[in-house]
T-cell receptor
Framework: GQNIDQPTEMTATEGAIVQINCTYQ??????LFWYQQHAGEAPTFLSY????GLEEKGRFSSFLSRSKGYSYLLLKELQMKDSASYLC??????????FGTGTRLQVFP | GAVVSQHPSRVICKSGTSVKIECRSL??????MFWYRQFPKQSLMLMAT?????????EQGVEKDKFLINHASLTLSTLTVTSAHPEDSSFYIC????????????FGSGTRLTVV
């Protein structure tokens, strides 16, 4: 089966750093994605990792370890607008994008 | 950039009726599209993969006779929820990946279905 797990909820303070973890067990692996989603809207692409290591893009960074089936999304200098759901998704070997359980992040002033 | 247009954005229907949701790729051809369902405070659940010119592939537990998928052209896929019931009320989102990019999945804006 496909299992992609994330913490359900997280809270953090404005200006702080938060790390959202994702562990996966899937039938094949062709890349891992992170998306941001606000309620009632479509997901917005944040990052993509296919090789091990860290990908940095502004305030957002994503890390991947394929041998451990593990990724994290790092958000720096948190802003109130970062309050949203963050979805980890794995592209399997049939090109399907399978989403994790999702993490709701609440940023407080 | 690649755009996927999804309509309607919101629909309310009576129990027992059918509802059709359209997903169009506006500036690229999509031989494959994906349909997801999302319940409140939950993540996206893949329902089926829509294949142009052939039958859709449904995920385990998804009733293919209830959720009819048609992908008759390279730019249009439709999802019809037949004999809708209140438990079908959900957020439905389609997605496609342009062949010009190795990883960029594009999502429609979603359809909020409420069955009363």
């Amino acid at each position: 089966g496909q299992n992609i797990d994330q913490p359900t909820e997280m809270t953090a303070t404005e200006g702080a750093i938060v790390q959202i973890n994702c562990t996966y067990q899937t039938s094949g692996f062709n890349g891992l994605f992170w998306y941001q989603q606000h309620a009632g809207e479509a997901p917005t692409f944040l990052s993509y990792n296919v090789l091990d290591g860290l990908e940095e893009k502004g305030r957002f960074s994503s890390f991947l370890s394929r041998s451990k089936g593990y990724s994290y999304l790092l958000l720096k200098e948190l802003q109130m607008k970062d309050s949203a759901s963050y979805l980890c998704a794995v592209r399997d070997n049939t090109d399907k994008l399978i989403f994790g359980t999702g993490t709701r992040l609440q940023v407080f002033p | 950039g690649a755009v996927v247009s999804q309509h309607p954005s919101r629909v309310i229907c009576k129990s027992g009726t059918s509802v059709k949701i359209e997903c169009r790729s506006l500036d690229f051809q999509a031989t494959t599209m994906f349909w997801y369902r999302q319940f409140p405070k939950q993540s996206l659940m893949l329902m089926a993969t829509s294949n142009e010119g052939s039958k859709a592939t449904y995920e385990q537990g998804v009733e293919k006779d209830k959720f009819l998928i048609n992908h008759a052209s390279l730019t249009l896929s439709t999802l019809t929820v037949t004999s809708a019931h209140p438990e079908d009320s959900s957020f439905y989102i389609c997605s496609a990946r342009p062949s010009s990019t190795n990883y960029g999945y594009t999502f429609g804006s979603g359809t909020r279905l409420t069955v009363v």
